[in-house]
């Protein structure tokens, strides 16, 4: 099995392509935003397009869910995928679709700026920012009973090269997801140092703490820094318990924003004898 990765910003036309893409590649089956699409057929996965919030389609899209991942690698087993294309919006993102699906590394990466001009990219832009409206990469009628009540628009496909007909290669379809009609979502870093007070102080041993630090929020391809401080029980190991808070932030704060933590770094303040 070889897989495949178009990479591009969210918004930039990597779904309107993606068929085109795969045809020139000979890929037979392409992961789209939580979705296993083979042969213009979806036939594993739910589609990230379909949650009501922001952050809950990018832990869809990733494949956070246990049963939503096993779903999906069990019917690439069964439909023997040979090639397959995956669309994301960053390198750090399709390695990490890659690494929970335990599909093979990446061959090849092809980015949005390789196959669309910026007036292309400008017009996917406006058409996202101004009406909401996202592509998935199969007809109509396979949508039909997995987005009742959403607006969907057929749209087909056309591959043409130099001095050749034009050959349809299939159907794809204009959908509006609910998390569409909010805007732009901005996680606050208060909000996450919230996150991590609560986290940090719901192990008994650490009493409270001190000043929290986010760095880097905004960067979703290198992840965010997190710095605190604590006061900890006199007499505790204070090894053992710090490396249990670390884990146990990095899960929560990824679970809950959809960022990448890249490093916690706690600092021991002072001990309590209370």
Request: proline share 4%; hydrophobic share 40%.
């Amino acid at each position: 099995m070889e897989v495949i990765a178009l990479v591009g910003p969210s918004g930039t036309g990597k779904s309107h392509r993606a068929l085109i893409v795969a045809h020139e590649r000979n890929a037979d089956t392409i992961i789209d935003d939580g979705l296993l699409i083979k042969d213009s057929k979806i036939v594993a996965g739910s589609s990230a397009k379909k949650e009501r919030s922001k952050i809950q389609a990018v832990k869809r899209a990733i494949f956070m869910d246990a049963k939503h991942a096993k779903d999906v690698q069990e019917a690439i087993t069964r439909e023997k995928c040979k090639k397959i294309l995956i669309l994301g919006t960053s390198e750090n993102m399709v390695n990490k679709i890659v690494h929970v699906l335990q599909l093979p590394p990446i061959s090849t990466f092809i980015q949005i700026e390789d196959i669309a001009t910026p007036a292309e990219i400008a017009r996917a832009r406006e058409s996202r920012v101004k009406d909401g409206k996202h592509i998935i990469p199969v007809p109509t009628i396979e949508l039909k009973p997995h987005f009742s009540g959403y607006l969907i628009d057929p749209l087909e496909i056309f591959f043409k090269k130099p001095r050749t007909k034009r050959h349809k290669l299939g159907e794809k379809s204009i959908v509006r997801p609910m998390f569409s009609y909010y805007g732009k979502l901005l996680i606050s870093d208060a909000a996450i140092s919230e996150i991590v007070h609560f986290i940090a102080t719901q192990n008994t041993e650490i009493t409270r703490t001190g000043q929290i630090q986010i760095k880097n929020s905004h960067d979703r391809e290198t992840g965010i820094s997190i710095a605190l401080d604590v006061i900890m029980k006199y007499g505790k190991p204070i090894r053992p318990i710090i490396q249990t808070v670390q884990l146990r932030i990095k899960d929560v704060v990824e679970y809950m924003t959809g960022m990448k933590v890249k490093t916690i770094n706690v600092e021991v303040k002072r001990l309590s004898i209370d």
